[in-house]
């Protein structure tokens, strides 16, 4: 649960606006992780794409480092990489807005994962750009996970490898104490855009984000159909870090090769992103 402690000045403080982010910007990026080709974690493609975060996510006041990290998976031990961009505050205090860049392993396949994989990294990578240079109460972090998809059949242990990596690094460090919400992105740039209601986030956090997107107009996209995700929140809502999943798991082209850039839009990939602007905004005032 979240502490009612009210920050004196925060509406001051907190400089960022829904207006900050473009859906455009957050689909050209989309757009260039996309033309890697498909991108499993430990593949020359995701390694592209790695050195295309690191690159993008310069910018003022944000604090970068690489967690990395061999998995050991199904197909033997994987090299894995995430991607944390920090942009401190002031409170001790933390918020983060995680999704991951890799794609699902598809032999023979041309899967490029516009949606489940894409849009998370587009908006992530526009996110940092609104963030820049922003004065804050809480810190920020813009996470980038490696190793989301299952390289065989989803289980406990074949899957979200990156985020079981770093929620294991917060508990041995004690970072996870820290953070007020940790919310994922996943699967939100369908252009028929309906955000379910997960049944296994943090209820005080979704309805905090449900409100914020009402705030702005964009109710109709966060629906109250609800089902259980497993997906990167959840070794975080193991954890006891307030946590939800933002994800539109209803999309025909989920794990088909169909899932292409023709399926997506800058307006699904910018009302996400200024959804995800005013829920720090919301969540630095508490």
């Known amino acids: 649960m979240f502490r009612a402690k009210i920050l004196v000045g925060a509406l001051l403080a907190v400089s960022c606006s829904a207006a ?11 757009k260039t992780a996309v033309g890697f080709g498909p991108r499993p974690a430990g593949s020359e493609a995701n390694h592209k794409l790695q050195a295309y975060i690191l690159q993008h996510v310069k910018v003022a006041g944000a604090q970068l480092s ?25 409170s001790g205090r933390a918020i983060a807005i995680t999704g991951h860049y890799d794609t699902k392993p598809f032999p023979g396949r041309n899967f490029v994962g516009a949606n489940d994989g894409g849009s998370s990294t587009g908006v992530l990578l526009e996110l940092v750009q609104a963030l820049a240079g922003q004065p804050r109460v809480d810190d920020v972090y813009i996470v980038f996970f490696d190793g989301e998809e299952a390289f ?54 979704r309805k905090l984000v449900w409100s ?20 990167d929140h959840m070794p975080f809502v193991r954890l006891g870090v307030p946590s939800l ?42």
């Open 20 to 30: 900050d982010f473009s859906g455009a910007a957050a689909f050209d990026f989309a």
């Open 66 to 90: 690489e967690d990395n990290f061999t998995a050991k998976t199904p197909r033997g031990l994987v090299a894995m990489k995430n991607i944390i961009v920090k942009f401190p505050g002031r």
């Open 152 to 205: 065989g059949n989803w289980s406990d242990t074949d899957s979200v490898y990156g985020s079981r990596h770093l929620a294991e690094v917060w508990s041995k460090d004690g970072t996870w104490v820290r953070f007020k919400a940790l919310i994922n992105v996943d699967m939100i740039g369908d252009k028929n855009l309906d955000i379910l209601e997960d049944t296994n986030s943090d209820v005080t956090l």
């Open 212 to 231: 914020a997107a009402a705030s702005l107009g964009y109710q109709k996209y966060f629906t109250n159909k609800s089902e259980p995700m497993d997906d």
């Open 245 to 286: 999943d933002v994800i539109d798991f209803d999309y025909p082209e989920w794990h088909q090769d169909s899932d292409t850039l023709d399926k997506i839009s800058a307006m699904s990939l910018d009302v996400v992103g200024r959804v995800m602007l005013e829920s720090i905004r919301r969540l630095q005032q508490q």
